[in-house]
């Protein structure tokens, strides 16, 4: 079982930064991809970022390429999202998540944290 909870959201005006953090409970963390979806008011919960159980190797969906980094701390059980030059269509509802193999499909997650908001302004 792994718990995970996510911190850092909030409101930040067009071209700003934030970042958010996910502490995952439980001893295995390490063996887990580990991702971030978002879900905008009214949309589905889409793909952001993964990354590999040793965090050697990353995805990110292409409207976030170059403004977004993905990164883990196996030590701390921490997953963290840098977000860079945000933009209005940024804003949504982000979800930390854990599987135990890499797939951009929400349904292909066994865990999930309860969100974090984030609002960019324009």
């Known amino acids: 079982q792994v718990q995970l909870v996510e911190s850092g959201g909030g409101l930040v005006q067009a071209g700003g930064s934030l970042r958010l953090s996910c502490a995952a409970s439980?001893?295995?963390?390490?063996?887990?991809?580990m991702y971030w979806f978002r879900q905008a008011p009214g949309k589905e919960r889409d793909f952001v970022a993964a990354?590999?159980?040793?965090?050697?190797?990353?995805y990110y969906t292409d409207s976030v390429k170059g403004r977004f980094t993905i990164f883990r701390d196996n030590a701390k059980n921490t997953v963290v999202l840098q977000m860079n030059s945000l933009i209005p269509e940024d804003t949504a509802v982000y979800y930390c998540?854990?599987?135990?193999?890499?797939?951009?499909?929400?349904?292909?997650?066994?865990?999930w944290g309860k969100g974090t908001l984030v609002t960019v302004s324009s």
């Open positions: 439980g001893r295995t963390f390490s063996t887990y991809v």
């Open positions: 990354v590999h159980q040793s965090g050697g190797v990353r």
């Open positions: 998540a854990a599987a135990t193999y890499y797939s951009r499909t929400a349904d292909a997650m066994a865990y």
